[in-house]
DNA sequence: CTTGAATCCTACTTGATCGATAGGATATGC
DNA sequence: GCATATCCTATCGATCAAGTAGGATTCAAG
């Protein structure tokens, strides 16, 4: 799961757009809220608006805010808008993946994958984001033991080890 | 959760040692029992044997194998090897985000969304991966109904859109 | 009816990364 | 020493990400 820098200010953006719902507000306070910038800001607010996310007002108090209540749209919806797919394998859908041979049941793993990260994006909307308070399965997998931690075994830092391993 | 040609590359040549295993392939036959270009799995296997995942051999005869027992690699350890990192937020790890105001409460989400990918990922190994008998939290993820259907409302090709949506 | 603040549109730049490919150096078994 | 492998370095084109720039358009207030 890649979340874009674009994908990180849309929800954060999204966020404070959130938090004072149903307020229009311009793309530079948002931008300043968040400490981005205020260009960057507009160009993101634009893929929301085109996805139907947040409403848009032009002149002065012009501004945006969100297109339905923050208990109604969902962060997986945001990073869609902006990023596109949420999983994607070699570009394409988990579901439209074909092999042979010893890789013939790899669709089906995609599709599991895909399906987790839907069970958490797409089920906390962006009022629960704000607040903090998060579904029951969603906290409970932040209370786990590992979760806050990387998972070693082949960090990306190590991949450039001249050391060979020869069978035997 | 995105996976890269190189990483797709990696899972597949990963099962083919795997249901062949303990014997010594060539990255040739490799290749071609998966259809790929055979320099391009070269350069797989090499990133693969760096991250201790193959051992190799060379010359006539050589070639490669799991390092452990299928049993004992998991898929996801096999797609670090090859992409880095299963989850990252604009390029850092999902516990070193930090923010203010309305997105205070971010990392956590990214935190669970990382846990989620790696309750799928860490927990299918090659063998299960290979024979398609999956654990059973994976396995229910895959039975669910939308669970094999894009996720529509904002899909990659309606972002282009012209229309605008202004306030009322 | 002008002015200023805002959205909105098009284009551009710069750098990195991805998906390969090419050629050759090195090791191994027969 | 020869065939067969791994292994290393370098390169290439295409694509994309991140952010910038400038201006056209719209609207409310004075």
Redesign the pocket.
């Given at each position: 799961m890649q979340v874009?820098?674009?994908?990180?200010?849309a929800v954060r953006i999204a966020l404070t757009l959130a938090t004072d719902h149903p307020r229009t507000?311009?793309?530079?306070?948002?931008a300043s809220a968040q400490g981005?910038?205020?260009?960057?800001a507009?160009?993101i607010?634009?893929d929301l608006?085109?996805a139907h996310l947040v409403a848009?007002?032009?002149?002065?108090?012009?501004?945006?805010r969100l297109a339905r209540g923050p208990e109604r749209i969902s962060v997986g919806e945001v990073l869609r808008a902006v990023?596109?797919p949420l999983s994607e394998v070699?570009?394409r859908r988990p579901e439209e993946t074909s092999y042979e041979g010893a890789a013939v049941n790899l669709p089906r793993l995609w599709v599991a994958a895909r399906a987790a990260v839907r069970s958490v994006l797409d089920e906390v909307s962006l009022e629960q984001a704000a607040t903090g308070e998060f579904p029951v399965r969603v906290a409970e997998l932040t209370a786990q033991e590992g979760a806050w931690f990387p998972r070693l075994g082949c960090a990306a830092g190590t991949r450039d080890l001249?050391?060979?391993?020869?069978i035997e």
């Open positions: 874009s820098a674009r994908g990180e200010c507000i311009s793309a530079g306070a948002l981005l910038p205020g260009k960057f507009e160009v607010l634009g608006r085109r848009s007002a032009r002149g002065v108090e012009g501004g945006y990023d596109g070699r570009g001249k050391s060979t391993y020869p």
